[in-house]
């Protein structure tokens, strides 16, 4: 019976560990492709027991955005997605409150890459 919950518990592991380094490669993926457009800025928010949110915008050089990419969950199976709603907008119209008015930690971790730009 030991044997067999160790057994379980490795076999979780491994595949939590093959999820997670498919996850980051599917997020480099995106993040390399982003920076091939512009300046980039990065923010994560979130807690080790809540969703983590990961915001990246790139910008071009009249500071509007042409491209970004959210990525938030707890799991492994979360994956890079744009946020199509600021294509175009420029950098002084971005507020995060207006872009995700319910979303806390989405506010903060967009809040965290215009704090990159401005630097």
Known sequence: MVTTLITVAALAWLCQM?????????????FDDL?????????RSGGRFKPRVV???ALD??????D???MRGMTVFAR????????GMSLQE??????????????NALSLALNLKHG
Request: hydrophobic share 40%; charged share 15%.
């Open 35 to 43: 920076c091939q457009k512009g300046r980039v800025g990065v923010g």
């Open 68 to 70: 970004s990419l959210i």
């Open 80 to 87: 890079p997605a744009k946020i199509k709603a600021i294509n």
């Open 61 to 66: 050089e009249q500071n509007n955005v042409c």
């Open 18 to 30: 093959a999820f997670g380094g498919w996850q980051i490669h599917q997020f480099n993926r995106a």
């Open 55 to 57: 915001v990246a915008i």
């Open 94 to 107: 971005l507020q995060p409150d207006v872009i995700f008015p319910h979303d806390s930690l989405c506010q």
